[in-house]
């Protein structure tokens, strides 16, 4: 036994010491990958702003732009960069950068804080006079100023925390009237703000101190789905939208605002066609990022960076509008910074787990029709008890006039005034309803 002592614990030493060394070489790639993605940011960052807030409008659908050669190798090339930065985070260590552990003791608070950032964004489009986004005028929303005041107080609901699953579909429900007004791309660009709404419904904050919670896994890998798609989502569209098939208003921003050319201004000019190419495919890149799930740290503080540059240009517009946002990378990074929420980010459901989320909508919308008939029944019920009581103080009122005079006696069945006593209490006790004697 002694001699063999040393041998299994030099065996047992030497496995780890092996991972690492062949983690190294990937975390070494991902590190100099993130570099790159970093220095490709801070060149196009500042072009990924919402050009539909600042600039003047322009007609989109220019897909003949985006079929061209340099729209088409560059979204290509992100999107290969994408799965490969998938790829690698498997084989990384979880988190990815060990030192920000600190962040994950937040995570019981993530909804609390998610509520604050998105009912803080309303409130401030309701007073600046605009819907869910600063591209949207209330007057052009059905409803105008009603539909202003309705997303002012849903706003002050989620500032408050107090039963936020129903703020969170009333937030839901704001979005047909941006359908209406501004058709189905705008609704998708808004993307984000219905990711803060349904992470909300599945996982809102509780009762206790600062909206503290303890989310089950189930819980938590879903929450942060529907975070992560709907973000990438808006993202995604964005590309789209304001630059990939809509050239002319990217070049409308740049022209009103030169200083987000930064390759211009660093003396490095590119072709202005070029430089709107690169600037979608870099919000097309974290799209498919923030949608994957990887390497949520290294993502989220690289995706911080054209975030925070439009600030230095545009100011509060931009902050208000990219609240939400900056509560979902908030969200991504502190999750993403806790050994026991990590996993959760880069989950995607499988089979199984379709299965049994059908399973439960299907329950939870048996329990919400049987809820809807119980609340029928309870009005029902109420309704007819005032009315049998109303019928019963006339057909008493009316045996006290027909028996003022001399009375006779009664056995049970003899009726008195046309009323059986036996029979009316028998038919009121086989419902449930036991009535005492008059």
């Known amino acids: 036994m002694t001699s063999r002592m040393p041998t299994v614990l030099r065996s047992r030493l030497r496995r780890p010491r092996g991972g690492v060394r062949a983690a190294r070489p990937l975390a070494r790639a991902a590190a100099a990958t993130s570099l790159a993605l970093a220095a490709a940011v801070v060149a196009a960052g500042p072009a990924a ?10 007609t989109g659908g220019q897909w003949s732009f985006f079929l061209s050669p340099v ?7 992100v999107v ?3 799965a490969v930065w998938r790829l690698v985070a498997r084989r990384l260590p979880t988190p990815e950068l060990p030192f920000l552990a600190p962040l994950g003791r937040l995570a019981p608070y993530v909804p609390r804080v998610l509520g604050i950032h998105m009912g803080v964004s309303l409130l ?12 949207l005028p209330l007057d052009e929303v059905p409803g105008g100023v009603l539909a202003g005041v309705v997303q002012g107080a849903v706003g002050i609901w989620l500032i408050t925390g107090a039963r936020l699953r129903p703020a969170a579909l009333a937030v839901v429900l704001l979005g047909p009237p941006v359908l209406l007004a501004a058709g189905p791309v705008a609704l998708l660009e808004t993307a984000d703000t219905l990711a803060v709404a349904l992470f909300l419904a599945v996982l809102p904050p509780s009762d206790r101190t600062f ?11 879903w929450a942060v789905l529907l975070l992560r798609v709907f973000v990438g989502v808006a993202l995604i569209t964005l590309a789209f939208s304001e630059k990939l098939t809509n050239p002319d208003l990217a070049r409308n921003l740049l022209a009103e605002y030169p200083q987000l050319n930064l390759p211009d201004v660093l003396g490095v000019p590119v072709p202005v066609d070029v430089f709107v190419a690169f600037a979608g495919a870099m919000e097309i890149l974290f799209g498919l990022l923030i949608i994957s799930g990887a390497l949520p740290q290294v993502t989220v503080l690289v995706a911080l960076v054209p975030f925070n540059l439009t600030l230095l240009v545009f100011g509060t517009t931009e902050t208000i509008g990219h609240l939400p946002v900056y509560g979902v990378f908030l969200a991504l990074l502190v999750y993403g910074s806790d050994r026991r929420t990590a996993a959760a980010l880069p989950w995607f459901p499988g089979r199984s787990d379709l299965l049994d989320a059908r399973a439960a ?24 008890g005032s009315g049998a009581r109303g ?15 001399p009375t006779a006696p009664t ?12 029979a009316s209490l028998g038919a009121r006790g086989s419902g449930g309803d036991v009535a005492g004697p008059a």
């Open 361 to 384: 909508l299907l329950d939870a919308r048996a329990a919400l029709r049987g809820a809807v008939v119980d609340g029928a029944a309870a009005v029902r019920l109420l309704l007819g």
């Open 124 to 135: 401030a489009f309701s007073v600046t006079g605009a819907f869910l986004t600063p591209s």
């Open 80 to 82: 290969g960069v994408a």
């Open 71 to 77: 729209p088409l190798v560059l979204t290509a090339a």
């Open 411 to 422: 056995t049970p069945g003899h009726a008195v005034g046309g009323v059986v006593p036996g």
């Open 391 to 405: 019928a019963r103080a006339a057909r008493g009122g009316g045996a006290t006039t027909a028996t003022a005079g």
């Open 211 to 221: 909206g503290r919670v303890a989310p089950s896994p189930a819980h938590l890998r």
């Open 49 to 58: 702003a919402h050009a539909r807030w600042f600039a003047e409008h322009a």
